[in-house]
């Protein structure tokens, strides 16, 4: 169970740096969107949602590309319950992801990724629920604790903020965490459908299987919101001479998405879900480390505080003796 834990707390590492990337890079796509004309007729939170199907149909268009040039088993061999897996976790994994880049725009990313990592409460749950697995009670300790963390990182912060840009007023209160929660929902069916799923399909073939299916509905939901107005030319051919956008989308791609489902695909059936959902919440940790580097938001004693319950969750569950585990990979 360890090196597959570890394995996973590097996906979350690689997952924790997309979250103020996918920040930055919106409000690039946003900036050259409607500076150069590239408005539709419908109401601009909604096209601000079609811009982030739009933005993930390419970000998982070229994770595929990426990943089929890097895997050569990407390349053949894939049978019928690898795709049909894969299409339908493309469907759980894109909807997490359009729930949580629109609310990015809302919210804060160490909130985002907070908020994204309550799946810790609903994976346990669906286990003894669904697949009538027992969870240790080491392990609902665990969650207990990283629930208490996102509970007190969730409270108003104004201090991890001081003098970042201010984010657009939502439609709503709390429609920016309103979205992120139905991610997380979303997130959790992935983790559970990858456990049932997992063990019986090649991984690197799956992904791709994901990531095209995700690539092809992302981008029909930002043509239905957002029309050909994402693809008039002054819009693509601005977005394509911004190297940082640019920049952002290849490194957000490439170790997000390309390493980080290749790690999460080999390894998560090595541990059990609600093992894995704690351990995926280290990612929120991570976030707020990126958050920080990129200067994208402030430290709080709020957020350390929040940040060092789930990083003691983490360990709890990972310490040995559990009952949670599965046979350890040949590494």
């Known amino acids: 169970m360890k090196n597959a834990t570890l394995m996973l707390v590097l996906c979350c590492l690689l997952w924790g740096y997309s979250f103020p990337v996918m920040q930055l890079s919106m409000k690039a796509l946003e900036g050259h969107y409607f500076e150069k004309g590239g408005l539709s007729s419908v109401s601009v939170h909604v096209q601000g949602i079609g811009l982030n199907a739009g933005f993930l149909g390419w970000r ?61 409460v609903f994976t346990p749950l669906a286990q003894a629920v669904i697949f009538r697995r027992a969870v240790a009670g080491r392990t609902w300790f665990g969650v207990a604790l990283a629930l208490c963390g996102l509970i007190i990182l969730a409270q108003p912060n104004p201090g991890a903020c001081e003098n970042c840009q201010v984010l657009p007023v939502p439609p709503f209160p709390y ?13 959790t069916g992935l983790v559970l459908g990858l456990d049932h799923m997992g063990s019986r399909c090649n991984p690197v073939r799956m992904s791709v299987a994901m990531f095209c299916s995700s690539s092809v509905i992302g981008t029909l939901i930002s043509a239905l919101l957002c029309g050909s107005a994402l693809y008039r030319s002054e819009v693509i051919g601005g977005l394509v001479r911004d190297t940082r956008f640019v920049a952002l989308l290849f490194t957000l791609t490439l170790f997000s998405s390309v390493f980080a489902i290749q790690l999460m695909y080999r390894f998560q059936k090595f541990v059990s879900p609600a093992v894995a959902s704690v351990v995926y919440s280290t990612e929120a940790v991570f976030s707020l480390i990126f958050s920080l580097l990129f200067r994208t938001e402030n430290l709080t004693l709020l957020t350390a505080v929040g940040g060092g319950l789930i990083l003691a969750a983490f360990v709890l569950v990972t310490l040995p003796g559990g009952n949670n585990s599965k046979p350890e990979p040949v590494l």
């Open 60 to 120: 998982f268009g070229l994770a595929a590309l990426l990943t089929a040039l890097g895997w050569r088993e990407a390349r053949r061999g894939y049978s019928r319950l690898e795709v049909t897996s894969g299409g339908w976790l493309g469907v759980f994994f894109i909807a997490g992801m359009i729930c949580q880049i629109a609310g990015l725009r809302y919210t804060l990313p160490s909130v985002s990724s907070f908020i994204t990592s309550i799946s810790v």
């Open 175 to 187: 429609f920016g965490e309103a979205l992120t929660t139905l991610g997380a929902i979303f997130f």
